[in-house]
């Protein structure tokens, strides 16, 4: 799987949008860039997947550039309860079961 | 619809011990994983069921560690005799198929070795 590199932690308010971009220089042209979220004292939740572009649900915005060297997680308007640990995984979608954790991104939010 | 359940919720046992993980996954899932985070560490991949056989057991640290998953249902994950470095959380997934992104994980189970 492809190293990732994203921010230890990050700090936002009520209200706010909160980006978080993870590099992944080496991503292979079959990779898919996924994002995870560990609430305390929970197990990771999937939060979105995508491979280029931009790619929205009713939780979060992947944004990925041209080059898929990079992709930033946008939270809109985030709560208290978004406060959480945010994984960027990067790996092929079909056969490959093993998710490579880092040490994630600790987003907390402040009222 | 349920959600991967896992049991107990807290263990904590002396060196020495034995102790048994259970992991219920979503109905219908084949694909069944078990990840731990020891030492405030990442989590790491043990292994991956599809129905009851063992697809990979490449994370799983060593023989003191035994995964059954009979009838392709719930699985179990035995810590026989438990060491200190076993400490952490552990954690179970399943998913319909092995795609990345789609393993739904349970709330997992904190082993403190004492």
């Known amino acids: 799987l492809a190293k990732t590199t994203q921010p230890i932690s990050m700090d936002s308010y009520e209200g706010q949008e909160v980006n978080i971009t993870c590099s992944h220089n080496?991503?292979?042209?079959?990779?898919?860039i996924t994002w995870y979220q560990q609430f305390p004292s929970q197990g990771p939740r999937f939060i979105i997947q995508?491979?280029?572009t931009k790619v929205t649900n009713e939780v979060a915005s992947l944004f990925i550039p041209a080059d898929r060297k990079s992709s930033t997680l946008s939270l809109p308007r985030v709560s208290l309860s978004d406060t959480a640990v945010y994984y960027c995984?990067?790996?092929?979608?079909?056969?490959?079961?093993?998710?490579?954790f880092g040490a994630g991104t600790t987003v907390t939010v402040r009222a | 619809e349920a959600g991967v359940t896992q049991f107990p919720s807290h263990s904590v046992i002396e060196k020495g011990q034995t102790v048994t993980l259970r992991c219920d996954p979503i109905?219908?899932?084949?694909?069944l994983y078990w990840y731990r985070r020891v030492m405030g560490k990442e989590i790491k991949f043990l292994l991956h069921?599809?129905?009851?056989?063992?697809?990979?057991e490449s994370g799983m640290p060593n023989n003191r560690f035994l995964a059954e998953r009979t009838g392709g249902t719930y699985s179990t994950l035995k810590v026989q005799p438990a060491e200190l470095e076993d400490s952490g959380v552990y954690f179970c997934?399943?998913?319909?198929?092995?795609?990345?992104?789609?393993?739904?994980f349970g709330p997992g189970t904190r082993l403190t070795v004492t």
């Open positions: 997934a399943s998913s319909q198929d092995s795609r990345i992104g789609e393993q739904y």
């Open positions: 080496n991503i292979a042209t079959n990779d898919y």
């Open positions: 995508g491979y280029k």
């Open positions: 995984l990067v790996g092929p979608p079909i056969n490959d079961y093993k998710l490579s």
């Open positions: 109905s219908g899932h084949d694909n």
């Open positions: 069921f599809v129905k009851e056989s063992k697809q990979d």
